[in-house]
C-alpha cells in the first residue's frame, strides 16, 4: 500500500518518511531554527548531514556516509548563498538572518532612499519644467542675485545642480552597501539602472538617426 508504514529489520522501530526540504521556503527564522537544529543533532551523533555523498563542496570533498563532519565543511541545508560564501556555522547563519531582518527595518536605510528618490525626481520635474516654460528658474535665479554676492550665487548653483545630479546615487550606494539587505534599496537601484539603460539606448538611437 501506498501509505504502509516500514520497519527497521534489525530494531523494528518504524521508518517515518522524511520530507525533502530543499524547495521549500522559509523565513529566515524558521531556516536559522531547522539549521541549527539539524546541525547540532547530526554534529553530535557523529554523522555527516543530508546529501554528503563523496561530493565536491565549495570548500573541498564532502565525507562519505558515516565519516565525521570536520570544521571545514559546509552544511548542505543552508542556503546556497550562505554555502557560497563560506557562511555554515550557526552562529554565522544567526547574524546573516539577523541582519537581513536589522536592514529592512532600519529607519537610516529608509530615509537614505526616500531623500535619494525625492533627489532623483525633483531634478526630472525641473527638466520637464525647463522643456515647458524656460524662464520656470527665473524666480529663483533673482531671489539668489538680490540676496547673496555674485559669487555665493554661484556657489549655491554649483552646489544644487551637484546634488540634484550626484545626490541620488551616492546616497543609494551608502544605503547599498551599510544596508545590502534592505528591499527599499533594491528597488530603487533597478529603477536607476532601468533608467540608465533607456538613456543609453536613446542616446545610441539618435546618434544612427543622425548620422
Same mark, same amino acid.
Given at each position: 500500500?501506498?501509505?504502509?508504514?516500514?520497519?527497521?529489520?534489525?530494531?523494528?522501530?518504524?521508518?517515518?518518511?522524511?520530507?525533502?526540504?530543499?524547495?521549500?521556503?522559509?523565513?529566515?527564522?524558521?531556516?536559522? +531554527?531547522?539549521?541549527?537544529?539539524?546541525?547540532?543533532?547530526?554534529?553530535?551523533?557523529?554523522?555527516?548531514?543530508?546529501?554528503?555523498?563523496?561530493?565536491?563542496?565549495?570548500?573541498?570533498?564532502?565525507?562519505?556516509?558515516?565519516?565525521?563532519?570536520?570544521?571545514?565543511?559546509?552544511?548542505?541545508?543552508?542556503?546556497?548563498?550562505?554555502?557560497?560564501?563560506?557562511?555554515?556555522?550557526?552562529? #554565522?547563519?544567526?547574524?546573516?538572518?539577523? +541582519? #537581513? %531582518?536589522?536592514?529592512?527595518?532600519? +529607519?537610516?536605510?529608509?530615509?537614505?532612499?526616500?531623500?535619494?528618490?525625492?533627489?532623483?525626481?525633483?531634478?526630472?520635474?525641473?527638466?520637464?519644467?525647463?522643456?515647458?516654460?524656460?524662464?520656470?528658474?527665473?524666480?529663483? !535665479?533673482? &531671489?539668489?542675485?538680490?540676496?547673496?554676492?555674485?559669487?555665493?550665487?554661484?556657489?549655491?548653483?554649483?552646489?544644487?545642480?551637484?546634488? !540634484?545630479?550626484?545626490?541620488?546615487?551616492? !546616497?543609494? %550606494?551608502?544605503?547599498?552597501?551599510?544596508?545590502?539587505?534592505?528591499?527599499?534599496?533594491?528597488?530603487?537601484?533597478?529603477?536607476?539602472?532601468?533608467?540608465?539603460?533607456? &538613456?543609453?539606448?536613446?542616446?545610441?538611437?539618435?546618434?544612427?538617426?543622425?548620422?
Amino acid at each position: 500500500m501506498g501509505n504502509e508504514i516500514k520497519h527497521n529489520p534489525i530494531t523494528g522501530e518504524p521508518i517515518l518518511p522524511t520530507e525533502d526540504l530543499s524547495q521549500v521556503q522559509l523565513d529566515p527564522v524558521t531556516e536559522l +531554527k531547522l539549521t541549527q537544529e539539524e546541525y547540532a543533532r547530526r554534529t553530535q551523533n557523529n554523522i555527516p548531514p543530508v546529501g554528503y555523498g563523496g561530493q565536491m563542496g565549495p570548500m573541498g570533498p564532502m565525507p562519505q556516509a558515516g565519516q565525521a563532519i570536520r570544521p571545514n565543511m559546509v552544511p548542505p541545508m543552508l542556503p546556497k548563498a550562505m554555502r557560497a560564501s563560506g557562511i555554515w556555522t550557526p552562529a #554565522k547563519a544567526q547574524y546573516l538572518a539577523q +541582519k #537581513k %531582518i536589522a536592514d529592512n527595518q532600519s +529607519k537610516a536605510a529608509f530615509w537614505l532612499g526616500i531623500i535619494s528618490l525625492f533627489l532623483w525626481l525633483t531634478l526630472r520635474g525641473l527638466i520637464v519644467s525647463l522643456m515647458i516654460d524656460d524662464s520656470a528658474l527665473d524666480p529663483f !535665479l533673482y &531671489f539668489l542675485s538680490d540676496n547673496l554676492y555674485p559669487a555665493q550665487t554661484v556657489l549655491v548653483v554649483v552646489l544644487l545642480i551637484f546634488c !540634484l545630479l550626484f545626490g541620488p546615487y551616492i !546616497l543609494l %550606494i551608502i544605503s547599498r552597501v551599510k544596508y545590502k539587505y534592505n528591499k527599499f534599496g533594491k528597488v530603487l537601484q533597478w529603477i536607476y539602472i532601468g533608467e540608465l539603460a533607456v &538613456f543609453i539606448v536613446l542616446i545610441r538611437f539618435a546618434i544612427l538617426i543622425l548620422s
